[in-house]
């Protein structure tokens, strides 16, 4: 399609087209039965994806930061500690957003490219009792991925709520909620859930929700108080009319349609897509001398991946070079070395044919740059790599 471009960051990503046409449908009233039977079956879909048939979803207008927001104000009281186990830009988000809710924070990272060891975290739990700890299932900025299960393991032994930020992560990584016991999975409709900007999405253990009736002090947050938004998810779910806060209907539309789509291919089968396709992206990366964030293929992550410019490649001239060429691609965020990297989405219906282009693009655009490389490798080892797994 001519003047069609690949929208490849880190969120917004490219939607399927029937995701687009649900948004299009003449707005409903939020109590009228259609869509109160899309709200509820979106909240089941919701379960499914989050693989928490005992979890209590909540869709809530906003944005993914919401979402973090949400859950500091509910389970959050002045004076707790909380564990921020952080490998980013969105790790220290969190624990500013704790700070502002009264919380002695306790921030732990590791070195640039690596993620903190279980050893330092299982260290710092047995220094004092944490009320809970938060975890980036995949930090944006580096492109890190966390495995989940051993910390939520660790936050049940020391009697710690285990919170994950999986913005750029629900719907694209591995995830167990139940069976890893996880007690709050936040994430965002725009990345790979696959849905416009403008929902924040929330699955809550049924501890987490114990811990939030047991409350001493009042959430100091109006709106994202879960006591105006429970008995709306609650009937909902029900198929009852209810009204706190008016939902964005036609996002909610689009979510349902994106969550069906997501439910067809399978969660499982999904994660391997993003897996084989993340590995096949960063052999070709490799192949180009150029090299990733993370220090080890384990801990890079499957929905997206930060590489490092080579010498002499100016961040500005690189991406809208890529632009020119149809690819939409994001610059760095961690702003110790911001330009000096550059970062791919590939999370939700990305293709190996969208892989393709972006690789090809590259290619072009840094021999425009002047940096030599022997065009058409990275293409050849993206396809022999892909092959192996497909
Ligand atoms: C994008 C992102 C956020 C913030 O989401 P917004 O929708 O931009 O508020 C938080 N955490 C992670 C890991 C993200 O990728």
């Known amino acids: 399609m001519k003047g069609r471009k690949l929208l490849m960051i880190p969120g917004p990503i490219e939607f399927e087209p029937d995701v687009l046409h649900a948004m299009g449908i003449a707005t409903t009233s939020h109590v009228a039965p259609n869509f109160i039977e899309v709200f509820g079956n979106s909240l089941e879909l919701m379960r499914a994806v989050w693989k928490s048939p005992?979890?209590?979803?909540?869709?809530?207008?906003?944005?993914?930061?919401?979402?973090?927001?949400?859950?500091?104000?509910?389970?959050?009281?002045?004076?707790d500690?909380?564990?921020?186990?952080?490998?980013?830009?969105?790790?220290?988000r969190f624990r500013d957003i704790?700070?502002?809710?009264?919380?002695?924070t306790t921030l732990l990272e590791a070195a640039l490219g690596e993620v903190v060891s279980l050893e330092a975290i299982e260290n710092e739990l047995k220094t004092k009792s944490y009320k809970a700890l938060t975890i980036t299932h995949v930090d944006t900025s580096t492109g890190l991925l966390v495995d989940p299960k051993p910390i939520a393991l660790l936050a049940k032994k020391y009697h710690t709520l285990s919170i994950l930020d999986g913005v750029c992560s629900v719907a694209g990584e591995a995830l167990h909620q139940d069976e890893w016991e996880l007690d709050v999975v936040l994430t965002a409709s725009q990345k790979a859930i696959g849905v416009p900007p403008g929902l924040a999405l929330l699955m809550a253990s049924e501890k987490a929700i114990q811990v939030?009736?047991?409350?001493?002090?009042p959430v100091p947050n109006y709106y994202a108080d879960w006591t105006n938004w429970l008995p709306i998810m609650r009937a909902y779910e029900e198929r009852r009319p209810s009204y706190?806060?008016?939902?964005?209907?036609?996002?909610?539309?689009?979510?349902?349609?994106?969550?069906?789509?997501?439910?067809?291919?399978?969660?499982?089968?999904?994660?391997?897509r993003h897996r084989s396709l993340a590995k096949a992206f960063r052999a070709g990366i490799a192949s180009l001398n150029l090299s990733i964030l993370p220090k080890t293929n384990k801990t890079a992550a499957n929905t997206l991946t930060a590489i490092y410019y080579p010498k002499g490649i100016d961040d500005l001239a690189f991406r809208s070079k890529m632009a020119s060429d149809d690819v939409i691609i994001a610059g760095g965020l961690l702003s110790e070395i911001k330009t000096q990297y550059f970062r791919i989405g590939h999370m939700g219906s990305v293709s190996a044919s969208d892989l393709v282009a972006v690789l090809a693009a590259l290619?072009?655009?840094?021999?425009?740059?002047?940096?030599?490389?022997?065009?058409?490798?990275?293409l050849q080892t993206f396809q022999k790599e892909h092959l192996k797994t497909n």
């Open 54 to 79: 005992k979890g209590q979803p909540f869709i809530v207008a906003g944005t993914g930061t919401l979402a973090m927001d949400m859950a500091a104000a509910n389970l959050i009281e002045q004076g």
């Open 81 to 92: 500690h909380v564990l921020v186990i952080s490998s980013g830009y969105f790790g220290k």
């Open 98 to 104: 704790l700070d502002r809710y009264g919380a002695n």
């Open 212 to 217: 939030w009736e047991n409350r001493k002090t």
């Open 244 to 272: 706190f806060g008016t939902p964005a209907v036609n996002l909610v539309v689009a979510l349902e349609t994106s969550l069906k789509i997501i439910c067809k291919e399978g969660m499982d089968k999904r994660v391997k």
């Open 363 to 378: 290619e072009r655009t840094l021999i425009a740059l002047g940096h030599p490389l022997e065009s058409g490798k990275s």
